[in-house]
């Protein structure tokens, strides 16, 4: 670009007609301006090879196709709990994600101000579950905060008013959910 500008000046203050060379005008950055790729052969030696011992070590390097089931180990250093409630043990059941965690999560919006803690995957009565929840966040916070709550049944999503992520996972962890 700055030598365009360059050629431009000039050719406007000689008034002098420059014949100018096409390849100063050529984009290097462009698709068709980038070299045809060539034979893998050219850029890196290597050789096919079909041998079980070798693929052991290309197979620990492949991401894994499934989630492993968790241990049963309560006393994992990240705090992480299996599920013990089963299905029926409550009235309402809060599933796990499909990596085993608890689907809590804290919703940020309208520039960091408002901020929703959202439990998803409830099943069963999902009312009594919010009756729980907020007899537990009143319990701590007493009338010091007001507890909103947001049920959305079809979805299976509740919604508490209010940064509660925290207390939330740690009384489902209590319950066994």
């Given amino acids: 670009m700055a030598?365009?500008?360059?050629?431009?000046?000039?050719?406007?203050?000689?008034?002098?007609?420059?014949?100018?060379?096409?390849?100063?005008?050529?984009?290097?950055?462009s698709y068709r301006s980038s070299p045809i790729a060539q034979d893998p052969s050219f850029y890196a030696k290597y050789e096919v090879s079909s041998s079980p011992e070798e693929w052991k070590f290309v197979e620990r390097l492949l991401p894994m196709t499934i989630i492993p089931t968790p241990s049963d180990r309560k006393?994992?250093?990240?705090?992480?709990?299996?599920?013990?409630?089963?299905?029926?043990?409550?009235?309402?059941?809060?599933?796990?994600?499909?990596?085993?965690?608890?689907?809590v999560y804290l919703k940020v919006s309208m520039r960091g101000t408002r901020r929703i803690t959202q439990i998803n995957n409830v099943d069963g009565n999902i009312w009594v579950l919010e009756e729980a929840i907020k007899k537990y966040l009143t319990r701590i916070y007493g009338d010091k905060k007001i507890i909103a709550t947001k049920v959305h049944e079809v979805?299976?999503?509740?919604?508490?008013?209010?940064?509660?992520?925290?207390?939330?996972?740690?009384?489902?962890l209590k319950k066994g959910l």
């Fill in 155 to 172: 979805c299976g999503h509740l919604c508490i008013h209010g940064d509660y992520v925290s207390r939330v996972k740690e009384w489902l």
């Fill in 75 to 103: 006393d994992l250093p990240s705090g992480w709990q299996p599920q013990t409630a089963t299905f029926g043990k409550y009235p309402y059941f809060v599933h796990r994600t499909r990596n085993h965690m608890l689907p």
């Fill in 3 to 29: 030598v365009r500008i360059l050629f431009k000046n000039t050719m406007l203050r000689s008034g002098i007609a420059l014949r100018l060379n096409s390849s100063i005008f050529k984009r290097e950055s």
